[in-house]
C-alpha cells in the first residue's frame, strides 16, 4: 500500500522556501558574495585554513541546496522536501558555528563581527519564514542557541578570581543574553502567527467568492430552466387538450424548440467549466469564414455594416470547430445588440501578437504557433468598472429576457480549454474581443488540450 505521505503534494513548502532562500537573483548573489569576501579576508587575517575549509564546505553545502531550489517543479513528493529541509538545517548550522567560531577569539573586533553576523542572521530569519515549517523551527532555534552560547561564552571569559570582581556583571550578561534570545524566539513565532493568520483570511475570503459564484450560478440556472421547463411542460398540456392534428404538432413543436435552448443552456455551462467534450481539429478558416458569412447575414440586420476580413498568413487554427461557430456567433451577437441597430462591426482572423501569446501564459511557445480571430465593434463601450465582469456566468447588461449572461462566460471557457485566452478591452468608441487560439495539433498536444 502506498505511503499517504509520499502520494502529497508537498509543493507549496517546496515553494516557500524557493521564494524564501533564493529571493532575487541579485539578493542571492549578493549574499554570496558577502559570504566569500568574508570569509577570504578572515582566513587571511586569522592566518588558519580553518575558515577556509569552512567557506568551502558551507559554499558546497549552501549552493547545492540553492541548485536544488531552482530545480523544483510542483508536484513535490515527501523525500525531496524532506532532504531539501536536511539541506537547509545542515547549512543553518555551518553558518551559525562560524559566527560562534569567530566570537570566541579574544580580538574585541572578532567578537563584534560574529555577533553581527548572527544578528544578521536573525533578522534574515525573520523576514524569511511565513508559516511553522520544520525549517523555520530549527532555523530559530539553532540561532538562538548559538545566541546563548556567545553570551555564557562571556561569563566564562570573565576572570572571576578579581577581587573587585563584581556578580553583578555576570548578571547583566545572563539577563541579556536570554533576554535578546527569547526576544528573538518570540517575535519568530509572532511573525509566523501573523502570517498564517493572514493566509487563512485570503483562503476564507477566496473560498466566500467562490460560494457567491456557486450561489449565483444556482440561482440562473434554476431560473432559466425553470422558465424553459414551464415552457415544455405548458405546451405538452396544451398538446394533451388539443384535438387539431396541426395544432398539436404546434405545441410540440414549441415544446422541442425549448428543450433545445435548454440543451444549448446546458452546453454554454459545460464550456464555461470547462467540462464541454471538445472534438478538436484542423479548420480552414477560407472555409469557415465562407459558412459563417451566411450565418451572419441572417444574424445581423442590413443597417449594420458587417465585414470580415482574413490575413492569408493564418490560414488555420486547430479546436472544435462547432463550438468556435458558436464563440464567434456569440461575440457577433453581443456587438449587433450592442450598436443598437446601427454601426459597424469588423472581424479579422490573423497572427497572435506577442502580447497576446504571453497572455495565454505559456513563455516557451513562440508567437507564430497561436492565431487570433478579433471582433470589433463601434458602439457606446462597456463602462470600466462592468469590464472585469462581463465574463462572469449570468452577468448581463441586457433587459431582462434578451440574455442569459452566459455567452461570454463560454466563450472565455472554450478558449481556455483549447489551450488559448480571451481578451476584451472597451472604450466609449467601441469594444474589441480576441480569441486566441492554437493554430496546429502538435502544439496543442504539448499543452496537454
Same mark, same amino acid.
Given at each position: ?125 525573520? +523576514? =524569511? ?5 520544520? &525549517?523555520? $523551527? ?8 548559538? #545566541?546563548? /552560547? %556567545? ?121 464555461? +467549466? =470547462? ?5 478538436? &481539429?484542423? $479548420? ?8 459563417? #458569412?451566411? /450565418? %451572419? ?129 472597451? &472604450? ?22
Amino acid at each position: 500500500m502506498a505511503n499517504p505521505h509520499e502520494t502529497e503534494d508537498y509543493w507549496p513548502m517546496v515553494e516557500s522556501m524557493v521564494k524564501a532562500d533564493i529571493g532575487s537573483w541579485t539578493e542571492l548573489a549578493l549574499r554570496y558574495t558577502t559570504v566569500i569576501l568574508g570569509g577570504f579576508f578572515m582566513t587571511i587575517h586569522i592566518g588558519s585554513p580553518v575558515i577556509a575549509i569552512w567557506l568551502i564546505i558551507f559554499l558546497a553545502l549552501n549552493g547545492y541546496y540553492s541548485f536544488c531550489l531552482t530545480k523544483m517543479k510542483p508536484p513535490t513528493s515527501r523525500t525531496v522536501y524532506m532532504r531539501l529541509t536536511t539541506l537547509f538545517i545542515t547549512s543553518v548550522i555551518a553558518y551559525s558555528s562560524c559566527a560562534v567560531y569567530v566570537f570566541l577569539h579574544d580580538d574585541m573586533s572578532f567578537r563584534a563581527l560574529g555577533v553581527t553576523a548572527l544578528v544578521a542572521q536573525g533578522m534574515f530569519n525573520l +523576514s =524569511r519564514h511565513r508559516h511553522g515549517s520544520i &525549517s523555520a $523551527i530549527f532555523d530559530t532555534v539553532i540561532v538562538a542557541l548559538a #545566541g546563548l /552560547i %556567545m553570551g555564557f561564552y562571556l561569563i566564562l571569559q570573565t576572570d572571576h578570581t578579581r577581587i573587585d570582581h563584581d556578580m553583578t556583571e555576570d548578571m547583566i550578561i545572563v539577563v541579556c543574553t536570554i533576554g535578546v534570545c527569547s526576544y528573538y524566539v518570540i517575535a519568530q513565532y509572532r511573525n509566523i502567527q501573523t502570517h498564517v493568520s493572514l493566509r487563512n483570511a485570503r483562503i476564507e475570503a477566496i473560498q466566500t467568492q467562490k460560494m457567491k459564484a456557486v450561489g449565483q450560478i444556482t440561482a440562473g440556472v434554476a431560473h432559466d430552466f425553470n422558465n424553459l421547463l414551464t415552457v415544455i411542460r405548458g405546451n405538452i398540456e396544451l398538446a394533451e387538450l388539443a384535438e387539431d392534428p396541426e395544432e398539436v404538432a404546434t405545441t410540440l413543436k414549441d415544446a422541442k424548440l425549448a428543450a433545445d435552448r435548454a440543451a444549448d443552456l446546458t452546453s454554454q455551462l459545460l464550456s464555461f +467549466s =470547462r467540462k464541454a467534450r471538445l472534438e478538436a &481539429s484542423k $479548420i480552414d478558416l477560407v472555409s469557415f469564414w465562407s459558412e459563417f #458569412g451566411k /450565418i %451572419m447575414n441572417h444574424s445581423v440586420p442590413a443597417t449594420i455594416e458587417t465585414t470580415i476580413s482574413a490575413n492569408p498568413d493564418l490560414r488555420n487554427l486547430f479546436c472544435d470547430r462547432g463550438q468556435l461557430q458558436n464563440a464567434v456567433l456569440n461575440l457577433l451577437i453581443n456587438a449587433r445588440d450592442a450598436l443598437q441597430g446601427r454601426g459597424k462591426i469588423e472581424i479579422y482572423s490573423r497572427r497572435a501578437s506577442v502580447a497576446e501569446v504571453k497572455s495565454v501564459g505559456r513563455k516557451s511557445t513562440h508567437y507564430s504557433a497561436y492565431g487570433a480571430i478579433e471582433i470589433r465593434d463601434n458602439g457606446a463601450g462597456i463602462p470600466p468598472d462592468l469590464l472585469d465582469s462581463v465574463t462572469e456566468p449570468f452577468f448581463t447588461t441586457k433587459k431582462v429576457g434578451q440574455g442569459s449572461g452566459l455567452g461570454l462566460s463560454m466563450v472565455k471557457g472554450f478558449t481556455e480549454q483549447s489551450g488559448g485566452n480571451l481578451l476584451i478591452s472597451s &472604450s466609449p468608441r467601441g469594444t474589441r474581443v480576441v480569441m486566441v487560439l492554437p493554430t496546429d495539433n502538435g502544439l496543442a498536444q504539448k499543452l496537454g488540450y
